[in-house]
């Protein structure tokens, strides 16, 4: 069987397989990148420990990390500088070279 025969036959059900398909992967994608940025996903790392804790008792308690770690400026830049941090958080936490008391950095701070 040729692709031309396939999708003669079957081009709805293609269709309509890819666009579930195509759901499928922006909910989770929107789920995700919702969920990368809660306290209980940037808790989990054992770097990030003492941080969440105090956090946890902090008045800011009801916000998410990313409220104010990440620009809001606008999605792309939120997306690029959300990639940039979480692969320099990720190699810091998979080197074990994170000090024991995490300081904000200059773009942090801003």
Do not use: W
């Not at 069987?1 to 709805?12: D, P, S, T």
């Not at 306290?39 to 956090?55: N, Y």
Request: with cysteine.
């Amino acid at each position: 069987m040729n692709i031309k025969e396939l999708l003669k036959g079957n081009a709805l059900k293609l269709l309509a397989g890819g666009f579930v398909v195509g759901v499928c992967f922006v909910g989770f994608a929107s789920f995700f990148l919702h969920f990368s940025g809660t306290k209980t996903f940037c808790g989990q790392c054992h770097s990030m420990k003492h941080e969440a804790e105090t956090f946890a008792m902090s008045s800011h308690r009801n916000l998410d990390c990313v409220e104010c770690h990440l620009p809001h400026d606008n999605d792309a830049h939120y997306l690029i500088e959300k990639g940039r941090t979480g692969m320099v958080d990720m190699y810091h936490e998979m080197m074990r070279d994170y000090p024991n008391r995490i300081k904000l950095d200059a773009d942090s701070r801003k």
